[in-house]
């Protein structure tokens, strides 16, 4: 029963409860910024930039520098304008 809150935390290069505050701290951040961009949906001179600034860097954070175990699956490097649409 230990292996299925482990194996993923493990293959990332962090402990059980390591990969539960960062992936908190990254699903808040998402919440928020989903927020901002229901607001920007409404007032769409509010939060310009909010949801693409924070998807930039919350894929900096997540993908371009973990440590990766072979148990997670190939990273896919996509390029930085497909995320200029997000929240636009």
Same mark, same amino acid.
């Given at each position: 029963?230990?292996?299925? *809150? =482990? @194996?993923?935390?493990r293959?990332?290069?962090?402990?059980?409860?390591?990969? #539960?505050?960062?992936?908190?701290s990254? !699903?808040?951040?998402?919440?928020?910024?989903?927020?901002?961009?229901?607001?920007?949906?409404?007032?769409?001179?509010l *939060? =310009? @930039?909010?949801?693409?600034?924070?998807?930039?860097?919350?894929?900096?954070? #997540?993908?371009?520098?973990?440590?990766? !175990?072979?148990?997670?699956?190939?990273?896919?490097?996509?390029?930085?304008?497909?995320?200029?649409?997000?929240?636009?």
């Amino acid at each position: 029963m230990k292996q299925l *809150f =482990t @194996a993923h935390p493990r293959g990332v290069g962090e402990s059980y409860w390591q990969h #539960m505050a960062s992936a908190f701290s990254f !699903g808040l951040r998402m919440c928020i910024a989903g927020l901002a961009c229901m607001v920007h949906a409404l007032l769409p001179f509010l *939060f =310009t @930039a909010t949801g693409r600034n924070t998807i930039k860097k919350l894929h900096d954070q #997540m993908i371009t520098h973990r440590v990766r !175990g072979e148990t997670d699956a190939p990273v896919q490097q996509d390029s930085p304008t497909h995320l200029k649409s997000a929240c636009q």
